[in-house]
């Protein structure tokens, strides 16, 4: 079988690649499929940014998937009460840990909270065009009805792949209905077998020194 190789960057966690092929160290093995998918993302990715280079885009989906973890804090508070879609937010330290090449835009992956049961979710990266924010935010939306707030918990998450730059919309309904169709472009995305693997990363279990996390 022809395997192909995504790098990972210090996020990633070892763990992650050594359970697929313990020789090959800070590399992905993909295989032919997996490779096809991340062409076609890179082109729906060249679409969207004409103007980003393909070594930018390169350097960006080959990071993927990518892990990060913050205490939840506060946002504007849109999220519940406009959008009827509450997101939780990363610190400003963690917003500015993530590597630059993480363009801005809107992803998939999996998040838990104070390591608990991992969901699917869908994430923003950006200022929030719509609402023109000053500020760069991280922000993560799980698919999954919670009881009671987060703030103050523990949210890991594992962005595992690309969806759509950020947007200004004319209307509010608007944006709403783009995040409803990137969650279920999110659901299809992560239903694929190599997707699925990363549910189980062992970075979101209790004790992530477990998981040799760099
Ligand atoms: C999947 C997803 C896609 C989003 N796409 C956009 C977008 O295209 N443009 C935009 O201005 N904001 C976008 N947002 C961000 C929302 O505007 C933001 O989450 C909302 O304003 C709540 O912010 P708050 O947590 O500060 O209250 C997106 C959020 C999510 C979860
Ligand atoms: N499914 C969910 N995904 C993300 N956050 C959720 C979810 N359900 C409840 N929450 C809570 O709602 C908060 C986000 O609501 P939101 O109105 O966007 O407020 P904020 O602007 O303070 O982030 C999160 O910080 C979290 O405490």
């Keep these: 079988m022809s395997y192909y190789f995504a790098g990972l960057n210090k996020f990633s ?36 940014h004409n103007t980003t280079s393909n070594g930018q885009i390169n350097q960006m989906l080959n990071q993927l998937p990518l892990y990060a973890s913050g205490e939840i804090v506060r946002g504007f508070g849109r999220g519940s009460k406009e959008l009827g879609i509450p997101t939780a937010n990363f610190p400003l330290e963690v917003v500015k840990s993530l590597p630059e090449s993480l363009l801005t835009g809107v992803y998939y992956g999996w998040a838990n909270v104070d390591n608990g049961s991992v969901h699917k979710m869908v994430l ?4 929030n ?58 659901k299809t995305h992560l239903d694929t077998p190599e997707n699925k693997k990363l549910q189980e990363a062992t970075f979101f279990a209790k004790n992530p020194s477990e998981c040799e996390c760099k």
């Design 13 to 48: 966690c070892n763990v992650i690649h050594t359970q697929w092929k313990p020789t090959i160290s800070n590399c992905i093995l993909l295989n032919r499929r997996e490779a096809r998918n991340l062409s076609r993302t890179r082109k729906t990715f060249k679409r969207h």
């Design 124 to 127: 923003s990266v950006g200022w």
């Design 129 to 186: 065009p719509f609402y023109n924010n000053t500020e760069k935010s991280v922000e993560t939306h799980m698919l999954h009805e919670f009881n009671c707030d987060l703030y103050g918990q523990l949210l890991k998450i594992c962005i595992v792949g690309y969806l759509r730059p950020e947007k200004s919309f004319d209307s509010l309904e608007a944006l709403i209905t783009a995040i409803k169709v990137d969650i279920e472009q999110a």
